[in-house]
C-alpha cells in the first residue's frame, strides 16, 4: 500500500507552538528550521511544555535574521540570530551540547510569558550534536528536537494519543463531553486550566471565550494584530486584549454595552450561540 505524506509540522522553537508547512526541506538535522532554538533554565536544563503549558501560547515564526516572538501576555519580540555570543553547554534529556545564547531581553521576555527565570539558546551548529548511538549512523544528526532528526506519524496513531494526554483527570472517558474536549486539545485550542485539569464545570468568561473562538476559527497558530486599547476595561497590553479587540474588528462582538467589554463576565448559552454563528458564519438553514 503506497503512504500519503498528509501534513508537515515545524517547530521553530522547542515546545511551543508550531506551524503547518506545505512543503519543507529535509537537511542532515532535520527539517530547515525546525527546533534550532530552545528554552533552557539557569543551569542550562531544556524547559518544556510537559511542565509550563503556557510555552504552547508562545508563537514562534522564522526570520531571515532570527525570530519572531507573540504571546498573549506580552509585547511582539523579533529575535537576532546570535552570531558572536560565547558557546555555552546546554542539556537535552541526556545530550549535552554548545549552543549561542539569545540576548538578554529574549530571555527577560519569555521569562516573563513562563513565570521562571529561562535563557532562549540557539543551535549555530546541528553538527554538533549526534542522536542515540543504538539506533543511528555515527554520521547522522539532530537539532534541539527529543531524539531524532525527523517524526514520522500515522493519523490513527496521533488520534490515539491525542485521546490519551487529553485525559483531564476531572474529565474521565465516561464524560459527555470527553470526545469534544480531545478535540479542543488536538487542535491546540485550549491546555486545560492548569494541574491536569479542563475546569469542565467552570462558565467561560467572555475574555476566555474570545480565545475558543479565534483559535478555532484561525487554528493554533493563529497571530493577532496587537491591540490598541479598544474598551476602558481591558488593559492594552493584557493576555486577552489582543483576542477581544479581533473579535471587535471581525464584527463578532461590539462589546457589552457601554463601551466597554465585560471580560469578567460568564456568557449564556443564548449569547454563545450569537457569538458562533458570526465566528463561522453559520447559515439561517430554513
Known amino acids: 500500500m503506497a503512504l500519503q505524506l498528509t501534513g508537515i509540522r515545524r517547530y521553530p522553537v522547542k515546545s511551543c507552538s508550531g506551524f503547518d508547512l506545505d512543503q ?23 524547559v518544556t511544555a510537559r511542565e509550563h503549558p503556557t510555552m504552547l ?8 535574521t532570527g525570530l519572531h516572538l507573540h504571546a498573549p501576555s506580552q509585547p511582539d519580540l523579533a529575535i537576532g540570530r546570535p552570531t558572536e555570543a560565547p558557546l555555552e ?9 554548545a549552543a549561542s545564547p539569545a540576548a538578554h531581553d529574549a530571555h527577560a ?27 543511528a549512523d555515527t554520521d547522522d544528526r539532530v537539532s534541539f528536537a527529543d531524539a531524532y532528526p525527523v517524526l514520522l506519524a500515522t493519523e490513527e496513531s496521533l ?7 487529553a485525559d483531564f483527570t476531572d474529565v474521565p472517558p ?8 480531545v478535540r479542543l486539545v488536538a487542535n491546540e485550542v485550549t491546555v486545560g486550566t492548569g494541574g491536569g485539569l479542563y475546569g469542565v464545570d467552570n462558565p467561560v468568561k467572555r475574555q476566555s471565550m474570545a480565545v475558543f473562538l479565534l483559535k478555532a476559527e484561525h487554528g493554533s497558530g493563529y497571530t493577532r494584530p496587537a ?10 497590553p493584557s493576555t486577552f486584549a489582543d483576542w477581544i479587540e479581533q473579535l471587535v474588528t471581525e464584527n463578532i462582538t461590539v462589546g457589552c454595552g457601554g463601551g466597554n467589554y465585560c471580560p469578567q463576565v460568564a456568557n449564556t448559552r443564548g449569547q454563545m450561540a450569537v457569538f458562533l454563528s458570526k465566528t463561522f458564519g453559520l447559515p439561517l438553514t430554513p
Open 57 to 64: 501560547l508562545i508563537t514562534p515564526e522564522l526570520t531571515d
Open 159 to 165: 488520534q490515539a494519543v491525542n485521546g490519551w494526554i
Open 174 to 181: 465516561a464524560n459527555p463531553f470527553h470526545d469534544d474536549i
Open 24 to 46: 519543507a526541506v529535509v537537511e542532515r538535522c532535520g527539517l530547515a528550521g525546525d527546533r534550532r532554538w530552545m528554552v533552557v533554565d539557569e543551569s542550562g536544563v531544556v
Open 227 to 236: 491591540c490598541v486599547g479598544v474598551f476602558p476595561d481591558v488593559a492594552c
Open 89 to 97: 553547554d546546554v542539556t537535552v534529556w541526556r545530550s549535552t551540547v
Open 109 to 135: 521576555w519569555l521569562s516573563a510569558v513562563i513565570g521562571k527565570p529561562v535563557r532562549l539558546v540557539y543551535l549555530d551548529d546541528a553538527d554538533r550534536r549526534s542522536p542515540n548511538p543504538d539506533f
